[in-house]
C-alpha cells in the first residue's frame, strides 16, 4: 500500500466532516426533515471511529478495539434510520440500541471471537453486512414507490458495498492467521475502500433527497393548491401529452366545467362553502375519469377536462356522467343550495392550430349551456348542439 495509513484516515475523516457539517447545515434549515439529521449523526460517529483507529496504539486494550468497531455499525445504524425516515418510516432506534450494544458485548467480553484479528473482522463484517441491506431495503421501497432514479442507483449501491464488505470479511477470515496484530499498513488496505464508500454513499443520499424536492416542486408547480388537481400550466402540458404531441388526428375530446350560480353560493354561505363546493367538484371529476385522462382547475369556478381517444358519443356520455357525479357529491353540502353545473365539449379537429384553439371552442360550447338555462351541456361542432 503506497499511500500512508494516516494520510488515509485524515482524508476519511475530512469527507466525513465535510458531509456531516452540510447535511447538519440541511437539517437546520429543514428541521422537519428528520433524515438529514440522522445521515449527520451517521458521518459525524464514524468519523470518531476512524479517529479511534488512528491514534491507537500497537496493542490497544480490548475495549478501545470494541469501542471503535461498534461505532463503526452504529454508524452504519444511523444511516439505517435515517433511510427509514426518508421512506416515511419510523426509525427503530431501540432495536439499534440492543444490536449495538450485543455487538460491543461480543467483542468486549474475552472469547476467542474477541481475541483473534480474524473473527472481529468477520463479525463486524456481518454486522455492517446486514444493516447495508437494510439500508438499501428501504431505498429500494422508495424506488419503486416514488420512481426515483437516484433511488434506484442508491439500492444498486447498497448491493455493491454489501458484497465488497462481504468479499473483505471472508478475506479476513481465510488471510489472518490468529494471533496477527492490526499494524497500520494492515489498517491502510481495509480502510482503503472505505474512501470510495463514504463519498459514493453521501453523493448517492444527497442526490436522492434532491431528486424528490424537484419532484415536489415540480409537482407543486402544475398543481391547484385549494382542489390538489392541476392547474393552467399543467393541464395544458397533460393535454399536449395526452393528445399525442400535437398529432390532432389523435381522437379526444376537451370538456370545461362551470358551476352555475358560484358566487351567489359564495356571498349566501360564504367562501368556506364554497370552496367546499370546488373540492367536492375536483374530487367528484376525478372518481369518474379513466386511467390517461386529465382534470385541471382553468381559474375560479372553472375546470377542464382532456379526454383520450373517445369519439363524439362517448364523449357527450362522459360529461353527462360528470355533470351528475357534481350534483350526487355536493347535495349533502348544505340543503340551501341546489348545486349544479354547465358543459361545454368539443372534439379534437384537424383544422386546431394550437391547444387554444380547442379549448376556445369548448368555451364557445360553456357559454352556449350557460345562455341555454344552465344544468346542461353543449356540444360543439359546426354550431353548438345541446347533448344532455
Known amino acids: 500500500m503506497g499511500a500512508d495509513p494516516r494520510t488515509l484516515f485524515l482524508s476519511i475523516m475530512l469527507i466525513l466532516a465535510v458531509m456531516g457539517l452540510a447535511q447538519l447545515a440541511f437539517y437546520r434549515l429543514r428541521p422537519r426533515e ?36 461498534t461505532l463503526i455499525v452504529l454508524a452504519w445504524g444511523w444511516c439505517w434510520c435515517g433511510c427509514r425516515v426518508f421512506s416515511g418510516r419510523r426509525p427503530r432506534l431501540r432495536a439499534l440500541m440492543i444490536f449495538t450494544v450485543v455487538f460491543f458485548a461480543i467483542l468486549v467480553i474475552p472469547s476467542p471471537i474477541s481475541e483473534q484479528l480474524s473473527c472481529r473482522l468477520l463479525v463486524l463484517s456481518a454486522a455492517i453486512e446486514f444493516l447495508v441491506l437494510a439500508t438499501g431495503r428501504e431505498v429500494l421501497s422508495v424506488a419503486r414507490r416514488e420512481h426515483l432514479a437516484c433511488a434506484w442507483m442508491m439500492s444498486i449501491m447498497a448491493g455493491c458495498i454489501a458484497t465488497v464488505i462481504a468479499a473483505r470479511g471472508c478475506w479476513g477470515a481465510l488471510a489472518l492467521q490468529p494471533g496477527v496484530l492490526l499494524t497500520q499498513q494492515l489498517l491502510g488496505v481495509l480502510v482503503f475502500p472505505s474512501i470510495i464508500i463514504v463519498l459514493a454513499l453521501n453523493m448517492g443520499l444527497t442526490l436522492m433527497v434532491a431528486e424528490r424536492m424537484r419532484n415536489v416542486l415540480v409537482r407543486a408547480a402544475d398543481r391547484d393548491e385549494l382542489t390538489q388537481v392541476l392547474n393552467r400550466r399543467g393541464f395544458k402540458a397533460e393535454l399536449w401529452r395526452l393528445l399525442g404531441h400535437g398529432n390532432q388526428a389523435t381522437p379526444g375530446a376537451v370538456v370545461l366545467i362551470d358551476l352555475d350560480h358560484f358566487k351567489a353560493t359564495n356571498d349566501t354561505l360564504g367562501h368556506a362553502a364554497g370552496d367546499r363546493l370546488l373540492r367536492c367538484l375536483a374530487e367528484a371529476v376525478s372518481g369518474q375519469l379513466r386511467t390517461g385522462d386529465a382534470v385541471g382547475r382553468m381559474g375560479g369556478d372553472e375546470f377542464a377536462v382532456a379526454l383520450a381517444g373517445v369519439n363524439s358519443s362517448q364523449a357527450a356520455e362522459i360529461a353527462e356522467r360528470l355533470r351528475a357525479a357534481y350534483v350526487a357529491a355536493a347535495a349533502s353540502i348544505s340543503p340551501e343550495i341546489s348545486p349544479t353545473m354547465s358543459t361545454g365539449v368539443a372534439m379534437i379537429s384537424p383544422d386546431d392550430r394550437s391547444i387554444n384553439d380547442l379549448i376556445s371552442r369548448a368555451d364557445k360550447a360553456l357559454y352556449e349551456a350557460k345562455a341555454a338555462g344552465r344544468d346542461t351541456a353543449v356540444f360543439w361542432s359546426e354550431s353548438p348542439r345541446a347533448v344532455a
Request: glycine letters at 8%; one cysteine or more.
Open 34 to 69: 428528520h433524515y438529514f439529521g440522522y445521515w449527520s449523526l451517521a458521518n459525524f460517529t464514524c468519523m470518531g471511529a476512524v479517529l479511534l483507529l488512528s491514534f491507537r496504539g500497537r496493542t490497544p486494550p480490548l475495549w478501545i478495539i470494541a469501542a471503535t468497531n
